[in-house]
Nanobody, 121 residues
Framework: QVQLVESGGGLVQAGGSLRLSCAASGTIFSINDMGWYRQAPGLQRELVATITSGGTTNYADSVKGRFTISRDNAENTVYLQMNSLKPEDTAVYYC???????????????WGKGTLVTVSS
C-alpha cells in the first residue's frame, strides 16, 4: 500500500537547475534511508545520493558540489536539488525509500516509476 511518486523532471539547459521531489504515500510506520538513483540511456542504474532518517547524506562523486539531497520526515518526502546541470546528467531519475508499512513488521524497498531529466547543451 506504499507508493513513491516523483515530480520535477523536465528539460533544462546546461548550467541550469531542477528540483526533484518524491513523496511516499500510504499507511507508513516509518522510513529509513531514502535516495535518488539514475539511469542514462545504454548505461546501468547508478546511485546519485542517499540520505538517512537522521539526515546523513552521501553523494556520487560525479554530483558532489552540484546536487543536494534533503528530506522532510513529517511529509515523507525526499528532494534532490540539482544545480549546474550538465548534459551527462541526462537520465531517468528514480526515487528509492526503505519503508516499513504500518501493516508489516519489517521495512521493505520501494521505488518510484522515475522522472526524466534532460539537459541540453
Amino acid at each position: 500500500q506504499v507508493q513513491l511518486v516523483e515530480s520535477g523532471g523536465g528539460l533544462v539547459q546546461a548550467g541550469g537547475s531542477l528540483r526533484l521531489s518524491c513523496a511516499a504515500s500510504g499507511t507508513i510506520f516509518s522510513i529509513n534511508d531514502m535516495g535518488w538513483y539514475r539511469q542514462a540511456p545504454g548505461l546501468q542504474r547508478e546511485l546519485v545520493a542517499t540520505i538517512t532518517s537522521g539526515g546523513t547524506t552521501n553523494y556520487a562523486d560525479s554530483v558532489k558540489g552540484r546536487f543536494t539531497i534533503s528530506r522532510d520526515n513529517a511529509e515523507n518526502t525526499v528532494y534532490l536539488q540539482m544545480n549546474s546541470l550538465k548534459p551527462e546528467d541526462t537520465a531517468v531519475y528514480y526515487c528509492y525509500a526503505e519503508v516499513r508499512p504500518r501493516s508489516y513488521s519489517r521495512a521493505m524497498d520501494y521505488w518510484g516509476k522515475g522522472t526524466l531529466v534532460t539537459v541540453s547543451s
